[in-house]
């Protein structure tokens, strides 16, 4: 450590504590020319101190602080010179805090203290301000990345499980030791029995993922491994399954080259295909197409059956119109305002149609601009589903298009139909009279 004395300032007081310095230390005395010192007393001092000593005289004749500025740049010039960066200045001269605060926020590995008298030393020693040293992250490589990675997945997981950090570390070990799923799997389920199956079973595809493991082979494998199917078979299935884009086609497909086992097969992998394509099992799509049909069935015999009261319905919606207030959308703020597609693909969505065909009727849904076009066009297209695809649209084509759209409610249609149905019973009434004065007259 270097002592910097301004003895002008502190005089043979700061001196106090010499006694104790080391051999490592230095002692650098600044006075003036003008100040009494006592010489014999500071060399005294320095005899029974280890310290190396240094006198610098100091002439400010015609100056004022000349010696407060000169010690001020020596510090600066021992920082780049010495070892030692720890200094002690020695005086009771408040100015010297300047040079304090200038090297903290410097933030360099620098200590400055000021203390009235060297005898401070062990205060000093406690005191003495560090400067911590902000230490740069290590940047990772990729493969402790992936590590990291592979231990959150594994007790993300796995955290419904209950298991304990030993636990969790084992099946970690196990994740990176094992390169075949069938080694993986089976060491999971020895060591954690039914809870061994539930983990394959989370890890299973992040597993292959990993390890570059064809999940989806490795799923058909297991799903058809009851069939005893040969490599070359499991790999025409494989090859089947990503080009299909319904259950249907995939389907077809197994069965014109698998003959009866197509059926079979498909059975057992139904589910992975439905999951990977995100399509509903060819069951459910029969189901829905059987209850469109049974409905445009329904449809068809009420439009045979409402044929008559077409013209009266009519007649109500003029009625109504020019009775009620009517809301029209602008069209560019309502294209704005609503995502068509999203909403398209919302309103028929019990139907099942497949991705390709909801693009077909947005693609349709687009360029129209009278209702009755568009109505046409999905019947065209779609037959029968076309008129259930129609009625699920129709309000929201019309506020689309800026098209004024009057709503019939259930209660107003049967008003219709009760107003159709009388002149069928007069007729049939007036039909019976006249049989009856026929009848009178033979």
């Known amino acids: 450590m270097i002592y910097l004395i301004d003895y002008e300032n502190v005089h043979n ?8 310095l080391t051999k490592k230390d230095k002692v650098i005395v600044f006075f003036d020319v003008l100040s009494k010192i006592d010489f014999q007393n500071i060399i005294m001092n320095i005899e029974f101190s280890n310290a190396r000593a240094k006198w610098i005289k100091v002439d400010h004749t015609g100056y004022k602080n000349v010696l407060d500025f000169q010690l001020s740049t020596y510090i600066g010039y021992l920082i780049g010179k010495e070892k030692s960066k720890e200094f002690v200045i020695v005086s009771k001269d408040c100015g010297y805090q300047a040079i304090i605060n200038f090297w903290k926020q410097k933030k360099k590995k620098v200590r400055i203290v000021q203390r009235p008298q060297i005898a401070n030393i062990i205060q000093i020693a406690s005191a003495v301000p560090t400067v911590e040293v902000v230490q740069k992250p290590v940047k990772k490589t990729k493969s402790q990345i992936q590590l990291e990675n592979i231990k959150a997945e594994i007790e993300k997981s796995t955290a419904d499980l209950a298991f304990t950090e030993v636990e969790i570390t084992d099946i970690y070990n196990r994740f990176l030791s094992n390169n075949k799923i069938e080694i993986f799997k089976s060491g999971l389920i020895t ?42 078979e499991i790999r025409d299935i494989y090859n089947r399954f990503f080009p299909s884009k319904t259950a249907e086609i995939f389907k077809n497909s197994l069965k014109n080259k698998f003959k009866e086992r197509g059926d079979a097969i498909y059975e057992r992998v139904e589910k992975l295909f439905c999951e990977h394509k995100n399509v509903e099992p060819l069951g459910q799509v029969i189901q829905l197409t059987g209850q469109l049909a049974i409905q445009s069935n329904a449809q068809l015999n009420a439009q045979s059956t409402a044929k008559p009261i077409i013209q009266s319905a009519t007649k109500l919606e003029t009625q ?123």
């Open 191 to 232: 060591k954690y029995k039914d809870h061994g199956s539930s983990v394959y079973e989370r890890l299973e595809k992040f597993f292959c993922i990993q390890k570059g493991i064809n999940f989806i082979q490795i799923k058909i494998e297991e799903m058809v491994a009851d069939l005893g199917l040969s490599v070359n």
């Open 320 to 442: 109504k119109s020019k009775q009620l207030p009517q809301k029209t959308l602008q069209p560019q703020k309502a294209i704005q305002a609503v995502n068509i597609k999203a909403e398209i693909e919302k309103l028929v969505a019990d139907l099942g149609l497949s991705s390709d065909e909801i693009r077909d009727i947005y693609n349709r849904f687009l360029p129209c601009k009278k209702l009755e076009t568009f109505k046409n066009s999905l019947h065209n297209k779609f037959k029968d589903n076309g008129d259930a695809i129609y009625e699920r649209l129709e309000k929201f084509f019309c506020a689309q298009k800026g098209i004024k759209y009057i709503e019939i409610t259930a209660n107003e249609k049967a008003e219709i139909l009760t107003e159709n149905e009388k002149p069928e019973i007069e007729h049939i009434e007036n039909e019976n009279v006249e049989n009856e004065e026929v009848a009178a007259i033979s």
């Open 13 to 20: 007081s700061g001196l106090k504590g010499i006694d104790k």
